[in-house]
């Protein structure tokens, strides 16, 4: 699959969608995650971007590159870019439930201002250097409860982290329990989807 | 016991179908497309062009081709009763060459 059909399928991405994106470079997730994003700013929507691999401002200066409008779009709240600490790990303590309920009232808050709708994405790498990656797990499979709301999410995982994680066998599992996944290489990529 | 090349051949070929199976029948397809026409390389081709292959999985997919092809690995040592041991630094292609040293095949 070419890079493009990539981008084709985020862009195309409903609401309550909720895909498990493998990338092996900053590159390709920037460009696949920032698509995703723009699609649905494009269609009135708010966004999302909790940022764990890079910090909130280096994920900004990314999104000015690809040619997102970060500044407007920050003060008129159709975006937000939020640090894993401030919203996945908070005070070094994960909280699924806690979590779901800051997605819930972010959609609320962004509903309320007048947008259609919500598209968010969360890179996972703080799972792995916090070894909560058990927790991640359990997290994926409870964030269905908040994609009954009107919101796609992508969690986004560096393949090179997820491959090494008890001996390749985080990636099989996570592919195999998730209907909707994305595989992105150096020259290209496949999607599993329902 | 040995076993004929061509049979080793054909297990890889069938252990790399069922290895890309985790995608699910539709990526897996795609896979096959993709490398058919992207490196010019037949899925029956496969075990004559391995480093070919490697290649292609590892443009596809990144760096989780190795954990594929480690899925892929597993699958051809069960096929020819052999051991299967995780190897950090092996890709299929190293894989395939010691299955074939042990069980006689060159």
């Not at chain 1, 084709?8 to 920032?34: A, G, T």
């Not at chain 1, 990636?171 to 150096?186: A, E, F, R």
């Not at chain 2, 075990?47 to 290649?55: N, Y």
């Amino acid at each position: 699959m070419e890079k493009d059909e990539i981008l084709k399928f985020v862009r195309q991405m409903k609401p309550r969608d909720h895909v498990i994106m493998f990338h092996s470079n900053s590159e390709d997730k920037h460009r696949v995650l920032f698509t995703y994003l723009k699609a649905g700013l494009d269609q009135g929507e708010a966004a999302a971007y909790i940022a764990s691999e890079e910090t909130p401002d280096e994920i900004r200066q990314a999104m000015r590159r690809f040619g997102l409008d970060v500044d407007e779009l920050e003060r008129r709240g159709a975006l937000r870019v939020i640090d894993w600490r401030d919203w996945y790990i908070v005070g070094g303590k994960f909280s699924i439930a806690e979590t779901l309920q800051r997605w819930k009232r972010m959609y609320d808050e962004v509903v309320a201002k007048g947008f259609k709708g919500l598209r968010v994405t969360g890179e996972t790498a703080c799972f792995f250097r916090e070894r909560m990656v058990s927790e991640l797990v359990e997290y994926e499979q409870a964030l269905h409860r908040v994609l009954e709301l009107s919101m796609a999410a992508v969690c986004a995982y560096d393949s090179r982290l997820v491959a090494n994680e008890r001996g390749g066998e985080l990636l099989l599992d996570l592919i195999k329990s998730h209907s909707n996944v994305m595989i992105v290489g150096p020259e290209g990529g496949v999607v599993k989807s329902h | 016991m040995s076993t004929s090349l061509s049979s080793q051949r054909e297990a890889l070929v069938q252990a790399t179908d069922y290895g890309l199976m985790v995608l699910g029948e539709t990526v897996r397809g795609t896979i096959y497309q993709c490398i058919e026409s992207k490196y010019q390389l037949k899925r029956e081709e496969i075990p004559e062009k391995l480093p070919t292959f490697h290649k292609a999985l590892e443009g596809l997919l990144g760096a989780s081709a190795r954990v594929i092809e480690r899925q892929i690995a597993k699958n051809l040592y069960a096929t020819l009763g052999l051991n299967f041991t995780p190897r950090k630094d092996w890709t299929i292609v190293e894989y395939f060459d010691h299955a074939k040293k042990a069980k006689g095949g060159i």
